[in-house]
């Protein structure tokens, strides 16, 4: 399969447009043209045997054509199930998507991009020097990458950032690996850590020493495996009721609902797709008056969806270029903190279940939902474990919430960090001396 920029359409294949990340004329890569399925031509059960057979058109032709299973299986080793919302008056389910090592879904992007990216670079140069991958994060992304490429084979990491921005928890994420993985404490802000990051691809002396790489969300090894479980859990609901639901996705850079964009489009039974943004309003906005208006991110309760510019909108532009069908197509509702507040304790109320502010956009996406669309049957997409944001939702639900077993285990390991000022000049010293 070949895939193309949104931009210019540079051709490439995928292990290019993964290794690559960005295309050279600043676009997004995206297929040439997405495989079409029958729902029954899948026969496997489990995320890891459907993501395999879903994927395999798009590694064709690569030097990983025959390496889809085994990357899925290892990528794809937590669990991640569709179960229904108890207590619900309608087909009601919820698509946990937070059981991987951070409590986010960032870890299935990131753990597929980190398997794929190991069996590449033995084909993509000779090269011997490891692959030095650099990552500014203010949160979330950041634990995901360094998680994923722990102890990977000829790649290391450098996590940068900003001192007093990042919750304690998301902070032990990033800092509890040691071995190929470096956390930068940055006295500094995000933007600033971003910066840092763009120096070093700029700098000549960088540039010749190290080989560097980034593993930003809009990669397509990240994007994939998303598409994966979009199309999984619209083949377990349809395997079980027989009916293609809805599905509602809290999404930020539109990734996660680009993904579930790509799901429908290969022919799967996804009977609509509603977005759920947080105050940061561009995609409504857009959808209600065509004027793409990208702005300054506003922050929010649902931090990792605090994007003003969603990049992905550029892929959804691709896949859907008239703008009555992609408002034919897709909806998106705003969600501000107070609805987010509100929502946590009035679902914890009645089900007895504790979100995440960013899946508490999803949940008030769907009761706020025309009564006749609500007695159709809709999957809500979780996105991270409500413990990662404990300081949001503990004096909401006036409980503690139980830490999940992964988060539990990197909470309790040693701290490695190295802390800078933002001084791009202190960060170059430190990348060409590491050996
Ligand atoms: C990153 C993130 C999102 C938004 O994902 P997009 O790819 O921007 O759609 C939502 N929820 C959580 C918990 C996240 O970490």
Known sequence: MQFHSTRSG????????????????????????????????????????????????????????????????????????????????????????????????????????????????????????????LVATSGDTGGAVAAAFHRREGIRVAVLYPRGQVSARQEKQLTCWGDNVRAYEIDGTFDDCQAMVKESFADATCRERLRLSAANSINLGRLLPQMAYHVAASIWHWRQHGTAAGFIVPTGNLGNGLACMWAQAMGFPIREIVLAVNANRTIPDFLATGDWQPRRSQVTLASAMDVGNPSNMERLRDLIPDFDALRAAIRAFPVEDEQIRQQIAKD???????????????????????????????????????AKFESIVEPIIQREVDVPPALEALLTKPTHKIQLPADFSAFRAGLLEWS
Not at 357 to 383: I, K, N, Q
Request: glycine share 6%; aromatic share 10%; with cysteine.
């Open 10 to 133: 540079e051709e490439i294949d995928l292990i290019g447009a993964i290794m690559q990340g960005l295309a050279s004329d600043g676009g997004l890569f995206v297929p040439d043209a997405l495989p079409r399925f029958k729902p029954d031509e899948v026969s496997g059960e489990t995320l890891p045997e459907i993501a395999a057979e879903v994927l395999v058109p798009f590694f064709a032709e690569t030097p990983l054509a025959d390496s889809v299973a085994d990357i899925c299986n290892s990528a794809l080793n937590f669990p991640l199930p569709l179960r229904p919302v108890p207590g619900a008056e309608s087909d009601l389910s919820v698509l946990e998507l937070f059981h991987g090592p951070t409590a986010a879904f960032k870890d299935v992007g990131a753990r597929f991009l980190a398997a794929t990216m190991e069996r590449a670079l033995p084909h993509v140069s000779a090269d011997a020097r490891p692959l030095t991958i």
């Open 348 to 386: 914890y109320g009645r089900y007895g279940e504790v979100w995440c502010p960013h899946t508490a956009t999803g949940f008030w996406t769907f009761d706020h939902l025309s009564p006749e669309a609500r007695t159709l049957p809709w999957v809500v997409c979780a996105t991270a474990h409500p």
